[in-house]
């Protein structure tokens, strides 16, 4: 049996490609990675899904470092090259939170930390069908 027939750990393809177990879940459910199994760092994947994942390794984690970045929607819309008032219209569909009677407010401690510029591209549009695994 050859290694890359092996299946891998689910923790192992987490490490590798955002570090973290947690961040490796959002960014399978954002981009739409069915990996049939619960999200067990001991689970075991297919070797054709890892290797699929590592493809866009660079992509998993230029996603971790922007989701764990301070940053407003001015930055995420020069970011992805999208109008500030559409980037706008998304966040207080997806982080109402963040504004008081319709205006943007930002959060002190962590503005817009824990959301991911692509997540917001994705509500606008954007095609991330490539990253898809079902």
């Known amino acids: ?21 947690a961040s490796f879940q959002r960014f399978c459910e954002l981009f739409e990675i069915n990996l049939e199994k619960p999200f067990d ?5 297919s070797a054709e ?13 230029l996603y971790e470092q922007d989701y764990y970045r301070k940053k407003s929607p001015q930055e995420i819309a020069a970011f992805l090259g999208r109008k500030t008032d559409n980037v706008l219209g ?37 095609n991330y069908d490539f990253l898809s695994y079902k």
């Open 1 to 21: 049996m050859e290694n890359e027939k092996l299946p891998t750990r689910m923790g192992t393809v987490a490490y590798r490609t955002t570090g973290r177990h």
């Open 49 to 61: 899904c890892s290797a699929h994942i590592f493809k866009f390794q660079i992509f998993a984690i």
């Open 90 to 126: 998304i966040l207080q569909k997806i982080r109402p939170n963040y504004f008081i009677n319709g205006v943007y407010t930002p959060k002190e401690n962590h503005n817009l930390r824990y959301l991911s510029s692509f997540e917001v591209d994705k509500h606008l549009g954007g």
């Open 41 to 45: 760092k001991d689970s075991r994947i």
